[in-house]
């Protein structure tokens, strides 16, 4: 499905997500849990700016905050600290309420740092 609109689209990337907004908009495939595959459902998760492209219609560039996963993951404490920034909050959570478990191979939480 996702070549077809490709295809349709002339492999115009604007093009594509602005069919795939509309998509989104009217509930059609492949975000219509009725009509779309498990596979098509999975991968419309990663549409992120059919997403962002919806939520501009409510707020302004400057209300909305793209925050990257891989980088909550990686160094945790600088997204954070990002992310209260933005939200004007007080710094409360940085680099000393996190530990990094060898173990799991991930960065944990840790309260009253």
Do not use: H
Not at 23 to 43: G, I
Not at 86 to 102: G, Q, T
Request: hydrophobic share 35%; aromatic share 18%.
């Amino acid at each position: 499905m996702f070549a077809e609109i490709r295809q349709q689209t002339g492999n115009n990337s604007e093009a594509f997500v602005q069919e795939m907004y509309s998509r989104y908009v009217n509930r059609k495939r492949p975000f219509s849990t009725r009509d779309s595959t498990q596979r098509e459902l999975v991968l419309s998760d990663g549409f992120y700016s059919v997403y962002y492209y919806y939520w501009l219609q409510f707020f302004k560039k400057n209300q909305l905050l793209i925050v990257d996963g891989s980088k909550i993951s990686t160094n945790p404490a600088v997204e954070l600290i990002r992310i209260q920034k933005f939200l004007n909050l007080e710094i409360e959570i940085d680099e000393r309420n996190f530990v990094y478990n060898d173990e799991r191979g991930f960065y944990c939480f840790k309260e009253g740092g």
